[in-house]
């Protein structure tokens, strides 16, 4: 190995092993060692997607893809295109990995456990000769004609590539090593997906119901999102509302996590559409219940909503009077939560903030300030909704870096 170049990867996570064994397979000269500061490897990999990791998500259209990232979206296009959900299933299948598609796109290994993914990340590194540490961690670096990595072994290490993948973290010191070391600017991480909580909520009692299709919006805050919303013990979850915490992470932070979560429970109408529709079935059929007009909904939140604005579910639609009607038909347009402060539970999955895309040349990973290092994953300041996008990120963005590395490596450059 002596006069070999020297790739060494900063993280032995998703991106960093990705990374790591792509850049071995395609430049079997360049020695690849692997850092990682704890002693597991890969472990947001096995806890991933409740066990059984959800690695990507079957959408081919690139732009359609890369609406998935609150942060990112246009700078991920090019990685995406390069190496997308496509590439990554027959990277895969290569492997023999067969991946299945769920009904909403997630694709998860076929196994149905993410110890297939992590045996086949260990056993591709073993293959291609990828050195792994652990309980070694970067504390800083130099760059001169070489770099010259501080070890927190308090030993150094001298490599000619470092590709950084040490993910995310809402805690700012966490990257103060890198912009000690050179220069990048960081945006200021965040929690990004997690659940709203609403310590006085007007639906407490009904945790565990559902429903299907509703829409989401905040008091001061443009960005919505519909889908599933899940009533729980400490207020509102479900996809609408992760995906808008996602969306809306930044300004939410801003707020303190204090504001008004609005639910619209008929999401295709608005208060007056919804009085008039209303209005109208108490002329065709004014014998219809309160109970039997809101059948969409389940019947133990359609009994809070009756109770909260004094109906009675049995009440024929005849004697229901248009002010009643008005009081309904806004609530189940507007129901108003009071978020307060964030869930200190562990639902949040990603970082929002990072290292700043405007100083990565998003092509190749690699830093504009310093010349032959490189980013990828989470330690950027990407992030991507549930559904196996974030995964999709680590695995676009260290390809492309590991690609640049071995094509730089075999030409001696
Ligand atoms: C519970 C949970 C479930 C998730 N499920 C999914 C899912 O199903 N699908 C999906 O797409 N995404 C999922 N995610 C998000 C996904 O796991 C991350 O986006 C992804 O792991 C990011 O990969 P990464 O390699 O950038 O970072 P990580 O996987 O976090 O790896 C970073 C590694 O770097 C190490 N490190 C940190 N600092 C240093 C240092 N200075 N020196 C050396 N090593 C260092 C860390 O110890 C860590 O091992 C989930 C996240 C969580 C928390």
Redesign the pocket.
């Known amino acids: 190995m002596t006069g070999n170049k020297v790739l060494a990867v900063?993280?032995?996570?998703?991106?960093?092993?990705f990374g790591a064994i792509n850049a071995a397979a395609l430049c079997p000269e360049l020695k690849v060692i692997i850092?990682?500061?704890?002693h597991?490897?890969?472990?947001?990999?096995r806890?991933?997607?409740g066990g059984?990791?959800?690695?990507?998500h079957a959408c081919y259209d690139n732009k359609l893809l890369s609406e998935n990232y609150p942060r990112g979206r246009r700078e991920l296009r090019s990685v995406l295109q390069n190496f997308g959900p496509q590439q990554m299933t027959e990277w895969f299948a290569q492997r023999n990995i067969k991946l299945k598609t769920e009904e909403d796109g997630r694709m998860f290994p076929s196994t149905n456990t993410s110890e297939t993914i992590i045996q086949c990340y260990l056993s591709e590194a073993e293959k291609y000769n990828v050195e792994i540490r652990t309980g070694?961690?970067?504390?800083s670096f130099e760059k001169h004609d070489k770099f010259v990595l501080s070890l927190?072994d308090k030993t150094t290490l001298t490599c000619d590539y470092l590709l950084i993948?040490?993910?995310?973290?809402a805690a700012p010191k966490?990257y103060e090593?890198i912009t000690q070391s050179c220069s990048h600017k960081i945006i200021a991480p965040l929690p990004s997906l997690f659940t709203f909580n609403i310590p006085d909520s007007p639906l407490k009692g009904l945790e565990g119901v559902s429903v299907t299709h509703a829409k989401v919006s905040l008091s001061g805050i443009k960005q919505i999102a519909t889908g599933p919303v899940l009533i729980t013990h400490w207020g509102v979850s479900g996809p609408a509302v992760i995906r808008l915490s996602a969306l809306a992470a930044r300004e939410l932070f801003e707020l303190g996590y204090n504001c008004v979560v609005r639910i619209n429970f008929f999401p295709e109408e608005n208060a007056e559409t919804l009085k008039q529709k209303f209005i109208s079935e108490r002329t065709h059929s004014p014998q219809l219940t309160v109970q039997q007009l809101l059948h969409s909904l389940p019947q133990r939140l359609r009994q809070r909503i009756c109770d909260l604005v004094n109906i009675k579910l049995h009440n024929s639609l005849g004697n229901v009077s248009n002010s009643q009607i008005n009081v309904l038909a806004n609530k189940l347009t507007s129901f108003e939560l009071l978020m307060k402060g964030k869930t200190t539970f562990?639902e949040?999955?990603?970082t929002s903030g990072g290292v700043s895309l405007k100083e990565v040349n998003m092509q190749n990973m690699e830093s504009k300030l310093v010349n032959n290092l490189f980013f990828?994953?989470?330690?950027l300041d990407i992030?991507?909704i549930?559904?196996?996008?974030?995964?999709?990120?680590?695995w676009s963005t260290?390809m492309a870096a590991a690609q640049t590395i071995a094509i730089r490596c075999s030409k001696k450059l």
Not at 10 to 17: K, L, R, S, W
């Open positions: 900063a993280g032995g996570g998703a991106a960093g092993f850092l990682e500061k704890t597991k490897l890969l472990s947001k990999v806890v991933s997607g059984r990791c959800n690695v990507t070694v961690g970067i504390s927190t993948t040490t993910g995310g973290s966490n090593w562990k949040e999955f990603v990828a994953g989470e330690v992030d991507g549930t559904g196996g996008f974030n995964f999709q990120a680590a260290a």
